[in-house]
């Protein structure tokens, strides 16, 4: 086991329903399923059963402006109801006996919440390249590697390093490249390095206090962190004159995708706080 001490817990992140923007935390508690109160809920389109993803922005155009928070701290006893700020500025909470009419509304198309999934949940997911092409939305599964009924894309933890961010910047200086565009939970500090660093974790553990994380796969980058959000723009750039300039082999693909950031699975859970030492286990 090598302590580096250079490497520290920058920020944490939890996304209360999928797809929505989420909370910036100092702190959490991880769970097997991942950060506490992560990905509790999602939308669900009722007409195709799909998850409701910003991943197909054109059905779904403006969900990155739609923010859920918990109306109340968590514990691991129960979920609270979480608070959904529409982007007309209406909020709506999760056990209000109107609320999926007012999404609903507020989307255009039939939608429920659901704190659970079935058994294979799949999304819907645009392909900006294959514009007018009959694979221009594909079909996808969720939560491959995370526990069935969950909503995540595909594991359970998401990292990311500030070296990372730092890269995309120096290739793309025009791009305004900050981690919320990626949707991390954990953003490792890796100081002044300007590097792909977590690339060379996938098949490590990393250990933050009691939690100890094993890191599966990169994770490739579709149209997401392209998107609008907040004040964020819109900007193809991001993937294109940025992301692409890191393709490395996926493990679950079968194949070398543009990546940024890297999946984990729980091998052991805890709390972890902003400003705690990050080891890489060898």
């Not at 999602?42 to 969900?63: H, R």
């Not at 968590?74 to 209406?90: E, R, T």
Request: hydrophobic fraction near 40%; proline fraction near 7%; charge should be negative.
């Amino acid at each position: 086991m090598t302590l580096s001490p250079s490497l520290s817990v920058s920020t944490v992140w939890r996304y209360p329903v999928k797809s929505m923007m989420g909370e910036e935390l100092t702190a959490s508690v991880v769970t097997p399923a991942g950060l506490l109160g992560d990905h509790a809920f999602a939308l669900v389109d009722v007409e195709t059963g799909k998850v409701v993803s910003a991943k197909n922005p054109k059905k779904w155009p403006d969900f990155f402006f739609y923010r859920a928070a918990y109306a109340s701290p968590l514990d691991a006893q129960s979920i609270p109801p979480v608070w959904i700020s529409l982007p007309s500025g209406q909020m709506v909470r999760t056990d209000a006996p109107d609320v999926e009419d007012v999404l609903s509304a507020a989307l255009s198309r039939r939608v429920r919440l659901s704190a659970s999934a079935h058994q294979k949940p799949t999304l819907e997911q645009y392909w900006p390249e294959n514009e007018g092409e009959a694979n221009e939305v594909s079909e996808e599964a969720v939560a491959a590697d995370a526990p069935a009924g969950t909503f995540f894309d595909y594991a359970t933890v998401h990292l990311l390093t500030t070296g990372t961010i730092n890269r995309l910047r120096e290739l793309y200086p025009e791009g305004r490249f900050e981690a919320r565009r990626f949707r991390p939970n954990i953003v490792i500090d890796t100081g002044a390095a300007a590097e792909f660093v977590e690339n060379d974790w996938v098949g490590k553990t990393i250990r933050i206090g009691e939690v100890r994380l094993q890191i599966t796969d990169p994770c490739p980058r579709c149209v997401m962190p392209t998107l609008a959000q907040g004040d964020l723009p819109k900007d193809l750039g991001i993937l294109h004159k940025g992301v692409l300039q890191n393709k490395v082999y996926v493990p679950f693909a079968g194949k070398a995708l543009p990546s940024a950031g890297v999946y984990a699975r729980v091998l052991s859970g805890g709390a972890l706080k902003r400003g705690d030492a990050v080891e890489i286990e060898a």
